[in-house]
């Protein structure tokens, strides 16, 4: 079996060998030749599977991308042509949510303003957004949530409409896919007209696509003044981003949200799996296989240790800051892709063990952080 996977995506030889030769490829130059006699593709959310890249697929039995968007992938085509097809829904839910948190405490500490007592609002309530506000749970806010969809299908009772929950939230976070066409389109979901009736001081993060924002729209709104505090870490048309726009950003990255190493691990776990499933294996490799272990692993809070200082313990394990810097730092030498494609290594909150008093001990962990028992 041949086996084309990105070359951005870990761990792939230890889960596929097994199956076959693995050879990897650029995600923006993959060519229709590359995939003659191609059995398996393994894709992140660059590479564009479509008819034309398609053309030469002449084995072609499984795709698979391992993120959790697929707006990149013609999913009627694959079904179309009988090619199995797999996503890895989930895969960096908590890398997301986590990045949400850390800019969350480095915005309210810069700007001096306690984060207790604002109103979170998350749109889009799918894999990430409601692992975020069960993680808001540990924070003393209240959370407002936007889900047309999961509400017409009555998973969402507390569902609000988009305007009014702009209207409500100090913090706006978006966690919708990219749909292009139909009632639920989130192309623009953050047009011109909703950017210019955002109120002061809103804080307003974007980390799922940035074609949900009109970001012309943005840059305008933001050159005639507008007080928005922005973090984000998408963008219109990447790699070719609007650079003007990062002069009027707090915190920017390289659609690094996700990027924790479990996070981007998971995805290839999750394909792994879905072969298996497909070519009736049994999956016996698991993550905690290959994952090495983090650099901290363990914290002892004193007694003294208040509810502020649990910023100190979250930038401790992923300050966006850091992302940040990175971004300003070497965007114009490097460009885009290479930053991403040299992403330095990021663990999630729960490799770190916490000890702590009991009181404290049941809002880390329901913030991701491993509880000593
Ligand atoms: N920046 C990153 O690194 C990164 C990482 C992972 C995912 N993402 C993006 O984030 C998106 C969300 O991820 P997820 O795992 O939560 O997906 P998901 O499919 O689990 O959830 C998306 C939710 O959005 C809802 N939704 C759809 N249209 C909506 C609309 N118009 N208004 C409000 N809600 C709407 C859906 O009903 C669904 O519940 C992905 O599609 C991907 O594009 C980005
Ligand atoms: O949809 C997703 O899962 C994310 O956007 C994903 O993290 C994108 O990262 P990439 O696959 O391009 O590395």
Not at 66 to 73: K, W
Not at 177 to 190: S, V
């Given at each position: 079996m041949k086996i084309l996977a990105d070359?951005?995506?870990?761990?792939v030889e230890q889960y596929f060998a097994d199956f076959g030769e693995v050879e990897r490829f650029d995600g923006r130059k993959l060519t229709p030749e590359q995939l003659i006699d191609v059995d398996v593709l393994l894709t992140r959310s660059v590479t564009k599977v479509d008819t034309a890249l398609l053309a030469c697929a002449n084995k072609l039995s499984f795709v698979g991308t391992?993120?959790?968007?697929?707006?990149?992938?013609d999913t009627h085509l694959l079904s179309d042509k009988n090619i199995a097809f797999s996503s890895a829904p989930g895969c960096n839910a908590i890398a997301v949510a986590e990045y949400v948190i850390s800019s969350l405490y480095a915005l309210t500490q810069e700007n001096a303003q306690p984060l207790s007592g604002k109103t979170i609002g998350i749109v889009g309530v799918g894999n990430i957004g409601s692992c975020l506000a069960d993680k808001l749970k540990a924070l003393n806010v209240n959370v407002l949530l936007c889900d047309p969809i999961k509400h017409e299908q009555g998973l969402l009772k507390e569902h609000i409409e988009l305007d009014e929950l702009l209207a409500k939230s100090d913090v706006v976070t978006l966690h919708v896919?990219?749909?292009?066409?139909?009632?639920?389109?989130?192309?623009?979901?953050?047009d011109q007209t909703r950017l210019k009736a955002l109120k002061p001081g809103l804080i307003l993060i974007n980390?799922?696509?940035?074609?949900?924002?009109?970001n012309r729209a943005l840059l305008k709104v933001m050159e005639q003044g507008a007080d928005l505090d922005l973090v984000l870490d998408v963008w219109e048309n990447e790699p070719d981003i609007l650079t003007p726009l990062l002069d009027h950003v707090r915190y920017a990255s390289v659609?690094?949200?996700?990027?924790t190493l479990e996070g981007k691990a998971r995805g290839t776990q999750m394909l792994y799996q879905a072969l298996c499933e497909l070519k009736n294996v049994k999956g016996v490799k698991s993550l905690n296989d290959f994952l090495p272990e983090p650099v901290i692993t363990q914290a002892t809070l004193q007694p003294s240790f208040e509810d502020e200082d649990i910023a100190r313990l979250v930038h401790l394990i992923y300050d966006v800051r850091r992302d940040d810097g990175i971004l300003l730092r070497h965007l114009a030498k490097d460009g885009f892709d290479s930053l991403r494609k040299n992403y330095p290594v990021r663990r999630e909150f729960s490799t770190l063990e916490v000890q702590a008093a009991p009181d404290l001990m049941a809002k880390l962990n329901q913030l991701g952080f491993t509880t000593a028992n």
């Open positions: 070359q951005n995506m870990p761990l391992a993120t959790i968007g697929v707006d990149h992938i896919p990219l749909i292009k066409t139909g009632k639920h389109k989130t192309l623009h979901l953050i980390a799922c696509r940035g074609e949900v924002i009109d659609h690094i949200a996700g990027h």
